[in-house]
């Protein structure tokens, strides 16, 4: 028997968390599926957190 679970519940990351992840994807030797596999989350979705991040 296959017990059916519901769906995993989406984390939710705060800006400062967000921002960290972006900063640490353009470290030399990172790349954003590295960086997004380590913590989590879409490659597709790291891309999109760059795109909308400031740079200064």
């Not at 679970?5 to 599926?33: C, D, H, W, Y």
């Not at 913590?39 to 740079?55: D, E, I, K, N, Y």
């Amino acid at each position: 028997m296959i017990d059916v679970l519901g769906p995993e519940k989406r984390r939710r990351r705060s800006v400062q968390e967000k921002i960290a992840i972006v900063q640490q994807s353009f470290e030399p030797g990172m790349t954003v599926s590295l960086v997004a596999r380590q913590h989590g989350v879409a490659a597709s979705q790291l891309f999109l957190w760059r795109v909308m991040t400031p740079t200064y």
